[in-house]
């Protein structure tokens, strides 16, 4: 028996508390409920198509229903859906451990499991702070404190939080955290004072050089998102800069920690984003599009000289003592090793990077509205900056509702992206055809002139 959309509303506005959503405003609007998904394209319970344009938030990599992925989660469940990783092994979670280590740069070989992006960035945060511990408590009683970028974000779990800088989500929860030390972020837009991409570069490695020099013997480690800040509003960073952290992280024996969470999985271009610099971090973060999109997985990737750091006997308590119910499950490592299997297969990595190519010069025609600030892109990872005035780069208020109402005539003209603050994000499936690229961007523009025009007749 089919349920009415009338029924799902009233229960979804009853009983369903949505993430990141102000439910008031989200109450007194008409929900989109979707029902099935195929390839690029999501389905709401009315039958109206949507082109997945932030790629169900980052995750999606072959497309929805993908046979091949199905597949894999089928034979699986007729095996065993999930077993606990504290003291036992399985399968998957071995294969998967085994296939992160090849495909990840350096020698990062020793995998901990977690189910989100957040997770993998709390567990990374946790190991280096022991490692210090179970190195020389005495010696390293300092190193109790980390370094983050302004407008960092790693995840909502408190730890994340602590090293997050984006004061809208953060400021609330502030008398929980922990402390940080921050650094400025690479943001040529709003920087264009102090010169071009490569002085704006210059400046925030000498700002970090400096908390270096002053603090090192009280940071654990650095963490930083890899090329991209994108919950900052897709912010790219300057050619260099992400090497020369990693340089000075060296330099000043603290660890690097990077949170690939949004950014790998050919999100930018390559497999992983610290490879476009050669950087190999000490611990990496990883999940989103893991599994395809398909389940919660996460993985925190370290080398032999941290995770030999607690190895010890018993009594000496060198244990990690960390771990959830669903730690390595089965099914999803299962999808992992698939969607892994089926980028190498089909070359997905190379095709995301031709595509980007082709895809920048379609942007370009956003620049010609005059609300565009700047339109940011790496690999498919794309920020529509919007302002009232190009000069001062000012930004709309929230009570103008101009960014809000681009979203919603996108999703009217069968499109789904999202805001983040001034900046439109694209965020579309890795496998879209360079057709629904197209489309994406065309819809995009048509929602913003729209709005252009309205603004006008004001």
């Not at 995840?155 to 030390?181: C, E, K, N, Q």
């Not at 790219?236 to 060296?250: D, I, S």
């Not at 080398?303 to 000496?316: Q, V």
Request: charged share 25%; hydrophobic share 40%.
């Amino acid at each position: 028996m089919r349920i009415p959309y009338t029924d799902l509303e009233q229960w979804d506005k009853e009983y369903v508390w949505h993430p990141f959503t102000q439910m008031k405003t989200y109450r007194e609007s008409k929900p989109l409920i979707i029902e099935r998904g195929m390839g690029s394209y999501l389905y709401d319970t009315e039958g109206s198509r949507y082109l997945d344009g932030y790629a169900s938030l980052w995750v999606n990599v072959h497309g929805h229903s993908e046979p091949e992925l199905n597949e894999a989660l089928i034979q699986q469940v007729e095996k065993v859906a999930h077993s606990t990783l504290l003291g036992s092994a399985n399968v998957p979670s071995i294969l998967l451990a085994k296939k992160l280590a090849e495909i990840t740069p350096g020698s990062l070989s020793k995998v901990f499991y977690s189910d989100t992006g957040a997770a993998a960035v709390e567990i990374a945060l946790k190991i280096a702070y022991q490692y210090w511990k179970n190195l020389d408590a005495e010696k390293y009683a300092g190193k109790n404190k980390f370094i983050s970028l302004n407008e960092a974000y790693h995840g909502d779990t408190v730890g994340a939080v602590s090293v997050g800088g984006m004061d809208l989500f953060h400021r609330i929860f502030r008398p929980l955290l922990f402390d940080r030390l921050p650094s400025p972020s690479p943001y040529p837009y709003r920087m264009d004072d102090l010169g071009d991409e490569e002085a704006v570069k210059n400046y925030c490695l000498s700002k970090l050089e400096s908390l270096l020099k002053i603090h090192s013997a009280e940071i654990a480690g650095v963490i930083v998102e890899p090329l991209v800040q994108g919950a900052a509003g897709i912010l790219t960073h300057p050619a260099g800069f992400l090497k020369g952290v990693e340089q000075l992280c060296r330099s000043y024996d603290v660890l690097l920690i990077c949170d690939e969470v949004a950014v790998g999985f050919g999100r930018t271009g390559t497999l992983f984003a610290c490879e476009q610099e050669d950087v190999v971090p000490d611990l990496m973060s990883m999940g989103k599009g893991i599994t395809g999109g398909y389940m919660p997985l996460a993985a925190t990737i370290t080398h032999d000289k941290i995770f030999n750091a607690f190895l010890g006997e018993r009594e000496e308590h060198k244990t990690f003592y960390h771990g959830h119910t669903y730690t390595g499950n089965q099914l999803a490592c299962s999808l992992a090793l698939k969607n892994i299997e089926l980028i190498e297969k089909r070359g997905l990595v190379a095709e995301v990077y031709e595509k980007a190519e082709r895809l920048s010069a379609k942007l370009d025609a956003l620049n010609e509205l005059p609300i565009v600030g700047e339109v940011r892109q790496r690999g498919l990872m794309i920020g529509i900056e919007i302002v009232k005035d190009r000069t001062t780069k000012e930004v709309f208020g929230v009570q103008e509702d101009v960014i809000s109402r681009i979203i919603q005539n996108a999703r009217d003209n069968g499109l789904i992206i999202r805001e983040l603050g001034p900046v439109i994000t694209m965020m579309p499936v890795l496998s879209m055809s360079d057709e629904e690229l197209s489309m994406m961007v065309d819809i995009t523009y048509r929602s913003i002139q729209e709005v252009v025009q309205s603004l006008s007749v004001r």
